[in-house]
């Protein structure tokens, strides 16, 4: 009974890390669109204050990829970034890339 109680409580804590792993990346995603959605930014420096965010908080193995682009959403010109990270199984070990999270931010002109 005790070894199936220790497999249930780190079932549990390791679920609880990689949804803690995906609240950073997509909070870090989201702050990324909203820098390089303002007018005096460009894409490079929103995909740059992505990858700083994540990378200090959980390691810069979970910033393996982020792609930022200009897009359209909900009929409104917007910024897209979108992050690959990997998926932590065991501690923060974990399938490369099989997180994806993208967020939107509206695009700011001095027009």
């Known amino acids: 009974m005790g070894a199936l109680l220790t497999v249930l409580t780190l079932a549990v804590l390791q679920f609880g890390l990689a949804v803690y792993v995906r609240n950073v990346v997509h909070d870090a995603a989201v702050e990324g669109a909203f820098h390089a959605a303002l007018a005096d930014t460009s894409l490079a420096e929103g ?28 009929g409104h010109d917007a910024v897209r970034v979108t992050v690959r990270a990997t998926l932590p199984l065991v501690g923060l070990l974990g399938a490369a890339q099989a997180m994806e999270v993208t967020a939107h931010a509206p695009a700011e002109s001095l027009e």
């Not at 992505?50 to 359209?72: H, N, W």
């Open 47 to 74: 995909a740059d204050r992505t990858r700083t965010i994540i990378a200090r908080t959980v390691g810069e193995q979970f910033a393996e990829q982020v792609d930022v682009a200009r897009s359209t959403h909900l």
